[in-house]
């Protein structure tokens, strides 16, 4: 995800909720969010972006604006 600013890891962790952002190559950062499997199974039926930023805001409101402010989310991939 570009536009993020992000030049270390960053980690945050909630109830059976993690987030964090990875500086990549080129000044892109790669953010994810992870779930349980059935969490992931019983939402995802929505589209990931939902429940993307749901998990962000949940564990990060901070990550989750920066986020929500940086340039358009890319194709986001879920497993």
Known sequence: MPGLGIDEYQWYFGHRLAVGAIP??????????SLSPGRFQAESGEGLEPVFRRVLHAVSTELADRVV?????PKLRGF
Do not use: I, L
């Not at 990549?24 to 969010?33: I, L, M, P």
């Not at 402010?69 to 989310?73: D, K, L, R, V």
């Open 69 to 73: 402010s940086a340039a358009p989310t």
């Open 24 to 33: 990549t190559n080129d000044g892109e950062t790669c953010v994810f969010a």
